[in-house]
């Protein structure tokens, strides 16, 4: 029996793993999304010496189940390998009484890598399925994060062609560096004269013209979303929860069938709903615990059935989870009101319409799994120069705000289950911030606090920063918001 992905907003929509990938958002505006979980058989047993390949094969063949099983191989090895800077993908390192899931192995040192690797694999693949043999064009609006894990992904792969947007000087040196260094022949950055709302504002725009649409149709190629609305990008997510509990096994930090808590930093909530998903397939978890930081709206959220994006937007040392309309969340809304599309329709119109909306008569046993916290910018830098003097060890601003809410959840309720943090970004990709939070003083330069962070935990500068001061240029174009289209057209020739 093939699995039923469904539009969370229309029950009529139904579609297979590789539709589901090849379209990202169903035409309705909803995610798909599966309405029965797979049956996985997690022997743990056996899993426990099985490589994070032999994981992702389990995971992926259960979830994309119209994929053969030489499709998977072929998206598999080409993704999980000596792209990561070590052989385990996703290790995992004992914190005191926590333990830290390095998920920043991959080309951009952020967790993103670890479905972005894949993505262009998946999404060329389910094309060829569907008998679809157009170019497969990613456009995407960055601020900062994606844009660069996106490239690197899909850079030289056959099929498929890149071009990234970001906001001209709104970018750090080191993420701006990443992108314009950029090497493939079929990738495209390009800065534009506004913000990161004006980007994707455009592109969303771009997405839907018709008479765009056809001059690609014309040129045998069509737009795809790398985002992480798509499928394609949640279910990879769920391969390491489950790689992580077997390692805890194999190295006798577990009994088999001890239940763990996972904390995980949330932004767009896509991270956490995997891990929602690794549990429904049997992963023993006790609870979820989401975190955030200022913007707190999903703090809110868990604590009253209540979302409200009307409130400031603030800027914070953990940039990739300054969100307010946190899309994933979606999944969970469709879930908690018992996979009911009508419902969960209406309160994503009324979060469009009022910006708010009030969940009722929810599924108690999926709300009472969750717990929520967040942390405020000095509770991150403290976190962060904590864990530096007790085990000298630097966290990332992202990681830090979970390891801060995990703490004083902790505190709060004196639960002493085994907890994993999802650890979603190296501490090189945001250096500034984590030697000012351990010093107390700011270096003044991307490189220079590189250096001092280095020499602060002894950890290796990865691949990923090493020679970016001297990597020539490649992507040099700055374009006003208004000739965005037509840097598309020029560069796909139609
Ligand atoms: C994207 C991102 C997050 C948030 O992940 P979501 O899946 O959007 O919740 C957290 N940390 C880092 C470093 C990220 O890049």
Redesign the pocket.
Known sequence: MTLVYQSTRNEKNKVTASQAILQGLATDGGLFTPVDFPDVNLDFDRLKSASYQEVAKLVLSAFLDDFTEEELDFCIDNAYDAKFDTPVIAPLVKLGDQYHLEL?HGSTI???DMALSILPYLLTTAAKKQGVDDKIVILTATSG??GKAAMAGFADVAGTEIIVFYPNGGVSKIQELQMTTQVGDNTHVVAIEGNFDDAQTKVKEMFNDESLRQKLAAKGAQFSSAN?MNIGRLVP?IVYYIYAYAQLLNDGQLEKGEKINIT??????????AAYYAKQIGLPVHKLICASNENNVLTDFFATGFYDKKRRFKVTS?P??D?LV?S?LERLIFHLVGNDSAKTRELMTALVDKGEYQLSAVNPDILDFFEAGFATEGETSAEIKRLYDDLSYIE?P??AVASAVYRAYRDRTGDQTKTIIAS??SPY?FPRVAVEAVKGKDSGDDFAAVQELHDLSGVAIPKAVKGLETAPIRHRKVVEVAAMQKAVESYLDV
Request: glycine share 6%; proline share 3%.
């Open positions: 920043f952020a967790f993103k994060d994606t992480s997510q995980v930093p949330t932004g767009n909530f896509g991270n956490i709903l953990s990739s989870m969100i946190s994933n990332d992202h990681t979603t970004a990709k």
